[in-house]
């Protein structure tokens, strides 16, 4: 399969010649290994040569000779390379010299030292529509965190395409595979974790079944806020299974160390009211197919859904946000209060400015979302923080243009870095 450029790249490069090692994490199958090998001048298999456990047992270093940068893949197999590359990197005093990658974090009883001054840490996620060539990328997030985009205006794109791209997923091994064979491969990539994956990075055997319910109400409660006991009370009713609060909270813990699990946190501003600010994270598997496969779903259940598949299409935004965000040093938050203001997305750079999102699917509710952008603008204690550089509305199936109240409704067809 021909290699398709990562949006991530320009990023590794800066990391790489800023310290002597970069560790790209990311979910299982997102496309670490196949971009860190367009850099790297070496590779060590971490999970597939036999003899790296005896290496590591009787003299580790010998892993880490070969030409820079050396890529390790999936080095949390045997964590404890981590010292021994950190060693080395103080030994070499040279910038590039390792590329780790990883699946899952390490077990917290596994004793790492601090990378500080020696690793940079990339976040890596299954691909965008930018990536994948869906979306024109000409309206970028860069311009709407300065509040400075040019005329546009491009066409709508079709239901029925949106609900195969949230069904087949940002997962590059899937890129021009059909829906029906996706979902069968998107389903067996749900089955391994929950009866290989969650029991391996826990080190504890995990019941399959419980794994399983609760990965179906994470699922059916993507993009809204959802505490773990409203997570236990869903299982208990819907799936009829018994899953304590410590277990579940367990559980996610695993899937977060998976990378399988995204918290979207909650934004804190400045503002006018006294109302009281939700601080509970919005909860998102790491890619709308996974929360798809979970419940089995497939173009004719999200059509006959159409609630429930704007919620998916939110959770899908939100991915294609988060990456975006990344790209331009900024971090994806939510905005909920007690007086039931809501603002699904709110994207801030590291020096404050930031710009709000909110997600339809489609177009009925451009004008709703419109006033709930404004009534959010208003609320800004403007003596204490600026106001946001944009106001956005992302939609689905709508058209890309400004409105006359200088709002974007920007199709998720045009949206890019």
Known sequence: MEYIKRLIEDELLEKMSAAGAVLIKGPKSCGKTATARQYAKSILEMDRDPQIPVMMATNP????????????????????????????????????????????????????????????????????WQELGYSSGNLKMSDLLRGDLGNYHEPAIQLDFIIDRMLIGGWPALMGENTKNALSINRGYVDLLCEVDMSRVSGVKRDPLKVRSLLRSISRNTATLVDNKTLEQDVKTTEKNELSRNTIADYLDALSRLMILYEQPAFNPHIRSSASLR??????????????????????SLIKDIKYTGFLFESLATHELNVYAKANDATVFHYNDSYGYEVDAIVQKRNGDYAAFEIKLGVGYIDEAAENLKKFAVNIDTAKMELPKSLNIITGTGMSYRRPDGINVISLASLGR
């Open 61 to 128: 270093s010998l892993l880490l000779v070969g030409n820079t940068p050396r890529l390790i893949d999936e080095w949390q197999e045997q964590p404890e390379i981590w010292n021994y590359v950190r060693h080395e990197v103080d030994d070499r005093k040279a910038k590039g010299q390792f590329i780790l990658t990883g699946s899952a974090n390490p077990p917290d009883d596994v004793k790492l030292h601090s990378g500080a001054g020696r690793f940079n840490v990339l976040q890596m996620d299954t691909m965008t």
């Open 279 to 300: 601080k509970s994270p919005k909860r998102h598997l790491c890619d709308t197919s996974l929360a798809a496969a979970a419940l089995g779903l497939d173009k004719e």
